[in-house]
């Protein structure tokens, strides 16, 4: 499986940004999906997750009401709608996807539950 994302840039604090990132390789159908972000000198920390069929989302608290996961399993790509966004945002934001069964939603804010990683897009929001 590969992941691409894209989407990040450059922004001024309160406006939005859509992230969005493209699967290939393997049943998309098969995959939860999470993004992750990291600033440098940081550990990389878990944003939001999307379970397999879309039912059940998972948000750090400093993005709840902000930001919004979601996926279009047309297209093969999932989503991070990112709006009121503050300086403190500013991160390279890496999607992420592992196999799991359709019921298996645990632990998805533990980057080692995941096996693909994307890239990385830059988002950078000024004040």
């Known amino acids: 499986v590969q992941l691409q994302a894209s989407g990040g840039g450059l922004v001024q604090a309160g406006d939005s940004l859509r992230l969005s990132c493209a699967s290939s390789?393997?049943?998309?159908?098969?995959?939860?999906l999470g993004w992750f972000r990291q600033v440098p000198g940081k550990e990389r920390e878990f944003v939001t997750a999307?379970?397999?069929?879309?039912?059940?989302?998972l948000y750090t608290d400093s993005v709840k009401g902000r930001f919004t996961i979601s996926r279009d399993s047309r297209k093969n790509t999932v989503y991070l709608q990112m709006n009121s966004l503050k300086p403190e945002d500013t991160a390279v934001y890496y999607c992420?996807?592992?196999?799991?069964?359709?019921?298996?939603?645990?632990?998805?804010?533990?980057?080692?539950?995941?096996?693909?990683w994307g890239q990385g897009t830059l988002v950078t929001v000024s004040s």
């Open positions: 992420a996807g592992v196999h799991t069964i359709i019921t298996d939603f645990r632990d998805m804010d533990d980057r080692s539950r995941y096996h693909y």
């Open positions: 390789g393997g049943p998309f159908s098969r995959l939860a």
């Open positions: 999307i379970s397999r069929t879309g039912s059940n989302t």
